[in-house]
C-alpha cells in the first residue's frame, strides 16, 4: 500500500464519524509521522507497514475519541454512553440515539398534517348541522330584541 492509498483509506473511514476538523488533524498527524519516519532512514513501504491497516487505526482512534469526548461530532445519529456511575448503581446507564434534525423536522410536519386532517374530517362532518343552527340561533336573538 502506498502513502496517498493509506492516507485517502484513512480520510474515507474517519469521514464517516468524525468532524471534518478532527479528520483533518489526525491525517496532518499521520502525514507528518509518515513523513518524520521517512527522513529517519524508514522507507514508506516500511512506515506504512509498521502503521498496520489504515481502517482498523481509523476505528481505534474513533472509539478513542468517543471514549475521551474530543472528536466534536456534531452529527445526531452517533450514539453516547451516559450513565457509568448509574450502571454501577444498577440504574439506567444506557445508550442514548439522537435524532438527525431533519428526521425529526419531517416527524412534526407529518404529526401536523396528520392532526390538521383530522380535524378538517371532523369539521366537514359537523359544519353542515353546526352552521344552520347557529343561523336559526343567531336570527331567534335578532328576532327577539325587536
Not at 1 to 23: K, P, Y
Not at 88 to 95: L, V
Not at 120 to 142: D, E, M, Q, T
Amino acid at each position: 500500500m502506498t502513502r496517498n492509498e493509506f492516507i485517502e483509506t484513512l480520510q474515507r473511514v474517519l469521514a464517516g464519524s468524525l468532524s471534518s476538523s478532527s479528520v483533518n488533524e489526525n491525517i496532518r498527524y499521520y502525514q507528518d509521522y509518515i513523513d518524520m519516519q521517512i527522513r529517519l532512514g524508514q522507507s514508506e513501504e516500511e512506515v506504512i507497514a509498521s502503521l498496520g491497516d489504515p481502517r482498523l487505526l481509523a476505528k481505534t482512534i474513533i472509539e478513542a475519541c468517543k471514549l475521551e469526548g474530543r472528536c466534536g461530532y456534531q452529527e445526531y445519529d452517533e450514539v453516547y454512553e451516559e450513565g457509568y456511575e448509574e450502571k454501577e448503581r444498577g440504574g439506567f446507564g444506557g445508550k442514548v440515539y439522537r435524532m438527525p434534525g431533519w428526521l425529526l423536522g419531517l416527524i412534526i410536519a407529518i404529526v401536523l398534517i396528520f392532526i390538521i386532517g383530522i380535524i378538517g374530517s371532523v369539521l366537514s362532518v359537523f359544519l353542515p348541522i353546526i352552521i344552520p343552527i347557529l343561523c336559526v340561533i343567531l336570527l331567534v336573538r335578532f328576532l327577539r330584541s325587536r
